[in-house]
């Protein structure tokens, strides 16, 4: 149980992300200083939003150069910090070629650069690790004999390797990482923000978060001829924010937290979208048959294990923890995802059916 000095300087990994974006926009609004490490400090596409809502509020914002595979390069921004939130990890699920160098290696190695940061600045009480559902699970169907197919804080993804669904993979093993560094000492606490898919407005339009690859299909026409049937556990990107900062200074907090409003299949959010935009862009109407989507799946980049394993088998998260213990009171997932598009639509990044 950690008391936070709201005057110490909070450090936000990664606050050029689309997550962290809206931490630091809160922190900053409640007029904390915080220390934020970008890997490019001179790239204005990556940090000009922050400045901007720095120079609109009442905190203070520093902004530091640190890539998670530089070690020791999160010392300096460090000093000082009572809090840690440590966001910076990449979540891409396509377009690489080496899953251990683009995912695993920056999410492990740099969870444990980090800590070995904290583990030598004194002054650190508190670190808030964004870990993610996918450290819960590795595929839909590991819920299939879970009651409600409804997973917990208790669940660990056992099923995930280097080689199948590395993206939740290197959530899992840079959470474990996490807990053990934590468990080795008894200065620094650990509480873990672990959100499903997140959506809602974006502050960067920089970001290659998945959240956002992931919407873009909607409108771009990948999923015109029907859409997979494939369940997502959803999340306003501002409840997981208010979770972030919530569990950041509640000195009660602790553990894990899943953050998920709701789940969704991807013809539920096809759905809500045409309620909002009408047919004005190719939503999905149907369901791709699994064994048609079976088939041609690797012509799409997916393996034929990845589709038996996901498609069909219904996911649910247990919410109970983070609306007790962090007063998280969800918003509404079908309007994040709209605004989300609509933004998407603002910023050129769909275009509209000709
Ligand atoms: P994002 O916009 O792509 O943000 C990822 C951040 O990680 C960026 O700031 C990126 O910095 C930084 N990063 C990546 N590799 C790095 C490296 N080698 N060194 C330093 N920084 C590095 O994605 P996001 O959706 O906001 O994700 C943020 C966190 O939330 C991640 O930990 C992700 O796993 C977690 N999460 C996201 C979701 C979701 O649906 N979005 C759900 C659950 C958990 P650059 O700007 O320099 O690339």
């Given at each position: ?164 669904q590395p993206y939740l993979y290197s959530k899992t093993v840079a959470e474990q990482e ?136 219904p996911m649910h998260f247990n919410n109970a923890r983070s609306r007790e213990g962090l ?28």
């Amino acid at each position: 149980m950690s008391l936070i000095n709201p005057q110490a300087p909070v450090l936000v990994t990664g606050a050029s992300g689309y997550v962290a974006g809206w931490i630091v926009k809160k922190l900053l609004e409640a007029g904390h200083t915080v220390h934020a490490t970008v890997r490019d400090p001179s790239k204005t596409a990556s940090v000009a939003h922050l400045q901007k809502i720095a120079d609109a509020s009442t905190g203070t914002l520093k902004l530091f150069k640190a890539d998670l595979l530089d070690q020791g390069a999160f010392a300096v921004p460090m000093q000082g910090c009572e809090l840690v939130i440590h966001t910076a990890s990449p979540f891409v699920v396509t377009g690489f070629t080496d899953a251990n160098e683009a995912l695993v290696r920056p999410a492990l190695e740099g969870t444990r650069n980090v800590l070995q940061s904290v583990n030598a600045t004194d002054s650190v009480r508190r670190v808030v690790l964004t870990s993610s559902v996918a450290a819960t699970f590795g595929d839909n169907w590991d819920a299939r004999d879970v009651p409600g197919n409804r997973l917990d804080e208790t669940f660990w993804n056992t099923t995930s390797s280097v080689d199948h669904q590395p993206y939740l993979y290197s959530k899992t093993v840079a959470e474990q990482e996490a807990w053990a560094m934590q468990k080795a000492q008894s200065r620094w606490d650990l509480v873990c923000i672990n959100p499903g898919l997140v959506m809602g407005p974006a502050l960067t339009t920089n970001s290659i978060s998945a959240s956002i690859t992931t919407l873009q299909q909607f409108g771009d026409g990948t999923l015109a001829m029907g859409a997979p049937c494939m369940w997502n556990g959803l999340v306003d990107v501002r409840d997981v924010a208010d979770a972030h900062i919530i569990a950041g200074f509640k000195p009660e907090a602790n553990g894990r937290y899943i953050l998920c409003a709701e789940s969704l299949t991807l013809l539920d959010m096809a759905a809500a979208l045409r309620a909002h935009f009408g047919s004005k862009y190719p939503f999905p109407r149907m369901t791709v048959p699994k064994i048609l989507f079976w088939l041609v799946s690797p012509f799409y980049g997916y393996t034929r294990d990845f589709v038996w394993r996901n498609m069909g088998w219904p996911m649910h998260f247990n919410n109970a923890r983070s609306r007790e213990g962090l007063g998280i009171q969800y918003r509404d997932v079908r309007q994040a995802v709209c605004e989300h598009f609509q933004q998407l639509i603002d910023d050129g990044l769909v275009k509209r059916r000709s």
